[in-house]
């Protein structure tokens, strides 16, 4: 017999991996700590759940949590990792940052907060 908290970490287990297996989330490649890792934005994810919220089905009781509170359960069960680029100056040359870095570190705070600009 499963438990019942077991039972809801399989579900968001099962949500992250659909999550991370779609089409529509864009991710890209770079490096964390010498490892190739995929990785996406955090206002990319928010905007991917608001165009996909039939996806929310698959965390049965939990489907009417927020967006945030969805990302902080990811990550306190290490499903994600919150990371930063390593490189925060601009190139030289350059006027801004890249929208993808190449270098990810780990942020030391594991908490999601994305406010969105209305």
Not at 13 to 27: G, I, M, N, P, T
Not at 36 to 49: A, Q
Not at 74 to 83: A, H, I, S
Request: charged fraction near 35%; glycine fraction near 2%.
């Amino acid at each position: 017999m499963v438990t019942k908290q077991a039972a809801k970490k399989d579900v968001f287990q099962l949500f992250a991996e659909k999550v991370r297996d779609h089409k529509d989330l864009v991710s890209r490649w770079a490096v964390l700590q010498e490892t190739r890792v995929e990785y996406f934005r955090g206002k990319d994810f928010v905007s991917f759940l608001r165009n996909h919220p039939e996806l929310k089905e698959i965390l049965e009781s939990d489907r009417n949590l927020e967006v945030e509170d969805i990302a902080n359960v990811l990550l306190r069960k290490n499903l994600l990792v919150r990371c930063d680029r390593v490189v925060k100056t601009v190139r030289p040359g350059k006027k801004k940052l890249s929208t993808w870095p190449a270098h990810l570190e780990i942020f030391p705070v594991s908490s999601f907060n994305f406010h969105l600009r209305r």
